[in-house]
């Protein structure tokens, strides 16, 4: 697993204003987390998502949303832990 | 280690703000570094003269200023929400900081909390 | 901090059940964080969270009682559960203890929650070594 620095945690559609101001804070450096309405983000045309991008697999597979081709690790519930526990920092947008 | 505390939610219509703010003051009351950030929306809240008792609510705006006496470490404002929102130094309330939201500025504080 | 480092984790919930679908994230990241190890110190409601601890949630038959099933892991697990005084008040979530100082007609917060102010999570700022919030995905 790569190791990141700050884990940002999206549960937010990608038009919901803390979806922005996640990714004005985030880097290259950076985990994105998408879970709940945030993995809409996956199957949205606009979205550009930046750091390095996650996507928890019980809320992509209630969706419907596949991520074949994209640069997404899909995650389950103790990924998402052990994330928490090796970032440096965890922001809950 | 200091808290960040992020108000993105505009003043009045949920208790988000409001509950964001009893937050950082609670941290301040414990001895507990915190700055507070207004990002989006949340700016509206840092306009002078707000007359909330029009709509039988409780304006903040003397809980604001009185933020740095209660141990609040700096009230910062992000300068696009401000430009977005038409607020400046003439009609903002006096302390605050426009500053960006950003990737260095979270580096700074070790928790970042944002109520949402 | 290395894979195999156990933590302590407190967790927020201010997003309501059925108002959205942080009760049942914070879960499920509840148990696993419990089966790869760590410690939950405590979960704190806040805000539209408190709605979590209402004994009289009764959604219909065939819907899972987020309320319940939060009852049942803290109680099974020996964890502490919190909801916050101020946004509890505020919401109708009550004990007995703010029912006879308010002196209303019922209280209705469920075993094991009980009402705490801000202090308990500032607590967890200050020593836990996470603290996790799970938020109204609006």
Same mark, same amino acid.
């Given at each position: 697993?790569? #190791? ?18 996640? !990714? ?17 983000? !996956? ?8 750091? #390095? ?6 809320? !992509? ?8 081709? !994209?640069?997404?690790? #899909?995650?389950d519930f103790d990924t998402m832990v052990a994330l928490t526990t090796e970032a440096t920092r965890v922001i809950c947008w | 280690m200091e808290t960040l505390v992020i108000i993105s939610h505009a003043p009045y219509c949920d208790w988000t703000g409001r509950e964001s703010l009893d937050m950082a003051f609670s941290l301040a009351a414990f001895d507990q570094p ?33 933020? $740095? ?20 130094? &003439?009609?903002?309330? $006096? ?11 979270? &580096? ?9 | 901090?290395?894979? /195999? ?15 959205? /679908? ?37 959604p219909p038959s065939d819907e899972v009682n987020w309320s319940q099933a939060w009852q049942d892991f803290l109680g099974s697990h020996d964890i502490a559960g919190f909801a916050c005084i ?53």
């Open positions: 697993m790569t #190791t990141i620095h700050t884990l940002h945690i999206v549960n937010k559609r990608p038009d919901h204003p803390a979806f922005g101001a996640c !990714l004005s804070s985030i880097t290259d450096q950076d985990g994105l987390l998408l879970t709940e309405s945030g993995v809409l983000a !996956l199957a949205d045309r606009e979205a550009v998502l930046k750091g #390095t991008i996650y996507a928890l697999a019980p809320d !992509l597979q209630a969706r419907a949303i596949t991520v074949d081709g !994209l640069d997404v690790q #899909t995650i | 915190v700055t507070l950030l207004f990002t989006g929306e949340g700016v509206n809240w840092l306009r002078k003269a707000q007359q909330a008792d029009a709509v039988q609510q409780k304006s903040v705006e003397k809980n604001l200023s009185a933020a $740095p006496i209660f141990g609040v470490s700096a009230l910062m404002a992000d300068h696009k929400a401000c430009e977005r929102y038409g607020l400046n130094k &003439e009609n903002m309330m $006096p302390g605050v900081t426009v500053t960006a939201l950003s990737a260095d500025l979270i &580096e700074r504080y070790a928790h970042v909390v944002n109520l949402s | 901090m290395s894979p /195999q480092t156990l933590c302590s984790f407190t967790l927020v919930i201010t997003g309501a059940p059925y108002s959205s /679908q942080a009760p049942q994230t914070a879960l499920a990241f509840a148990r696993a964080a419990l089966a790869n190890g760590h410690r939950i110190d405590r979960v704190f409601l806040y805000g539209d969270g408190v709605h979590l601890a209402s004994a009289l949630t009764s101020a946004s509890a008040l505020r919401r109708g979530i009550v004990d007995q203890s703010e029912q006879q100082r308010y002196e209303l007609p019922a209280n209705n917060l469920a075993t094991p929650f009980t009402i705490a102010g801000l202090g308990e999570w500032v607590d967890s700022v200050a020593h836990s070594d996470r603290v996790i919030y799970f938020h109204n995905g609006g």
